[in-house]
């Protein structure tokens, strides 16, 4: 298929692209940067390309140094995952000048999404509704507040580049609109570089679905089901899930319809997801086109567990020139599968990054559990890049029971030295609304005082106390294979009250970061 796929990116997304190479025979190479000299996702591949100086700009946002890293490491093929150059058309463009397959769509299509108002254009071409509001040709504040004005109060301004929810403004009434036209587009330059904004109507409590597309060089476009991304803070997705539930037949149908409909129309290769705001679930509920994104997505893994593709595998089987060897029948999705996103991040403190050294890291496993992660014990959390440690999958045959999963596998899941979101996840999987698929995009912040903060309960606390156990017990078996000491033999004991006071005790000698 390919001599050495090059993956211009890092941590799990790297991991995981660098997994379905190596099960199809497929050598890797890794790039890397000043701060991820020992990371995960340089030893998961065959060869590895140092490309520059911590900062992004100066690293994985370097099309030249991708390319250049691609012809040192002899590969003939270039994966960029998600985020950095994965949506950036130079990349594509820079890999047909120099000879490489991209494993993605082409740059023209690329370019065309990456403008959400030509998105929307496209959306309309191809006959899919788009949620209402309006791209003024008139960049002024004046221009832009005519537009505001027609689309109604409230509304929300968003950068035409760009993405994750960055630049986002919200606004209720004409007394808002001059401060928050300055706003978004401040937020706009600042992290895409191009201040041009659109108006869309404000949605009251709507759902964020999305649809998994992948379609050939040969006309087949296959779509695999959708995925509810509506649990969000900030615009920013932390818990997915797959099928969307509580849809009626005939909303599934037009979602399927559009997402299709919009590939075909832009003559779309290779892997992509169109995402929709939906108001209502029955079958006149309102279904708004709101982007494609013309990469692999974070959550892809729950739509894998549903339908048995291997996404990656698909898009190299599609890079290659090949027709897509499945049919609709057989990538029905079946069960459930939820997905929650482990970040180093305090929720408390305004979510704010973390950075550091992993102390101790323990992952869960069992029946319907899958973890991508780019971290592990020992594992540096620099400041350059997403705080995403790690994705936590759930599958069951029903929705219930893939929510139970994931939320008994978060209480395994233990990160020391860090503070991350795992608590709050726990809690959300809890929480009445999401038990009864009452979620909507505002869900997170209505009831954000009663997810944050308090006490860790008491299944967390035991995570962390056999994190440290194992921690300690890797620690004494060093120690004693070098002494000639017997193993430590403390019994385990309570995994609660050893959270809060013994575990901590017998850490005499044991610093974090021992490895």
Known sequence: MFTRVLIANRGEIA??????????????????????RNARHVAACGAAVHI???????????????????????????????????????????????????????AEVIARFGSKINARRAARDAGVQVVPGGEPADQSEAGIAAAARRTGFPLILKPSAGGGGKGMVTVRDDDELAESIARARREALATAGDGTLYVERRIARPRHVEVQVVADRHGSVLQLGERDCSTQRRHQKVIEESPAPGLSPGLRARLAA????VARHASYENAG???????????????????????????????????????????????????????????????????????????????????????????????????????????????????LLAKLAAAGRTREQARRRA????????????QTNI???RRVLAHEAFVTSDVHTGFLADHEKALIGGEPDE????????AASAV??????????????????????DAVRDARTGVWSRLAGWRLGDR
Request: hydrophobic share 40%; glycine share 12%.
């Open 15 to 36: 991991v995981r692209i660098a997994r379905t190479c190596r099960t199809l025979g497929i050598p890797t190479a890794a790039v890397f940067s000043d701060a991820d």
């Open 52 to 106: 520059g100086a911590a900062p992004a700009s100066e690293s994985y946002l370097s099309v030249g140094r991708i390319i250049d890293a691609a012809r040192a490491s002899g590969a003939d093929a270039v994966h960029a995952g998600y985020g950095f150059l994965s949506e950036d058309p130079s990349l594509p463009a820079a890999c047909a000048d120099a000879g490489l397959t991209f494993i993605g769509p082409p």
């Open 258 to 261: 559009a997402a299709v409909g």
């Open 273 to 387: 997801t169109v995402e929709f705001l939906i108001d209502g679930t029955g079958d006149d509920a309102g279904c708004y086109f709101l982007e494609m994104n013309t990469r692999l997505q974070v959550e892809h893994p729950i739509t894998e567990l549903v339908t048995g593709v291997d996404l990656v595998e698909a898009q190299l089987i599609v890079a290659a020139g090949r027709p897509l060897p499945w049919s609709a029948a057989e990538v029905a999705p079946r069960g459930h599968a939820i997905e929650c996103r482990v970040y180093a991040e305090d929720p408390a403190g305004d979510y704010l990054p973390q950075a550091g050294t992993i102390a101790g890291y323990h992952e869960p496993s069992g029946p319907g559990i899958r973890v991508d992660s780019g971290v592990s014990t020992g594992s540096d959390v620099p400041v350059h890049y997403d705080p």
């Open 407 to 418: 939320h008994a596998a978060l209480g395994e899941f233990a990160v020391l030295g860090l």
């Open 423 to 425: 608590r709050l996840l």
């Open 459 to 466: 299944v967390t606390l035991a995570a962390i106390a056999a």
């Open 472 to 493: 300690q017990s890797k620690h004494n078996r060093r120690t004693s294979a070098g002494s000639g000491a017997g193993a430590d033999r403390h019994p385990p004991g």
